[in-house]
């Protein structure tokens, strides 16, 4: 009986550091996929086919890995303000392009839509080191254009898309108006228990519990949570209260962390959203919610210019800019 014993708990510890060691091995599979079951890679559509104008972009990250983005134009053309569009983790920018469409006319803007490395049309494996490559470059492609408003470029990021938005935004406080968060996790490491409860007690991020003696393994952490503090622009978070994949505290974790250092930042929640139906079962509230975020900080952008050269011209400037 104890020898029976003793090949039990040996058989289910080697299990257990198979696991683990396919886990590792084949992390970013389960964390990018460019291709889900039942998907192909490569596009189904193209914005053509909503009858959007658009222009390919082809470019380079800082690694030179090519990338494939797409720049669909507001009809009639204007200059600003210009949402740079992070997906989720699965799938395309042309599984997007709906959500793309009526934003575009509900906000009247233009949207940059980028393909991470290893999706869609563009070369390399996804990594979180290189995708941060891969939006940086992205943004200042969008600096240089003389047909938008540089000054009025605003990042809107669901899910995995939030986390890298998130980076840049942090990273571009210069570049960057203002950041939009849609049911975004706090990190991967706290998503790791969340879709595997065993792994709790091995990894997790800040908010989690337990020894995390597995983190340094993670290649691909993306600790939202940790960045979020750091970004001084104003941050708009949407929760769908229904998400069945990112459990809707991670939303209400990361506004909590970000209005200790950041006097700008608005929570919406929405009771019937889930993961990506959210800006669906939104509705209007949904998108007037936006509108009403952009329009204040736009406003706000415009004053602060405005106070500037006036400062310049030996105007002191001093009033404060109010938030809501």
Known sequence: MASFLKALVYGAGGMAVVGMAALVAFQERLVYLPAPPGYDRSYPITPSNLRLDYEDVWLRSSDGVRLHAWFVKHDPPLRGPTVLFFQENAGNIAHRLEFVCIMMQRLHCNVFMLSYRGYGESDGYPSQHGIIKDA?????????????????????????????????????????SALILENTFTSILDMAGVMLPFLKWFVGGSVSKGPKVLNCLVRSPWSTIDIIEQIKQPILFLSGLQDELVPPSHMQMLYSKAVEHNRHCLFVDFPNGT??????????????NIQLFLDQYISEINQCKSRSKESDNGDDGNDDITAR
């Open 136 to 176: 940086q470059a992205a943004l200042d492609h969008l600096t240089q254009r003389n047909d938008i408003d540089p000054s009025r470029i605003f990042i809107f990021g669901r899910s995995l898309g939030g986390a890298v938005g998130s980076v840049l935004a942090k990273n571009n406080p210069d570049k960057v």
């Open 275 to 288: 993961h990506m139906n959210t800006w669906i079962s939104g509705g209007d509230r949904y998108w007037r």
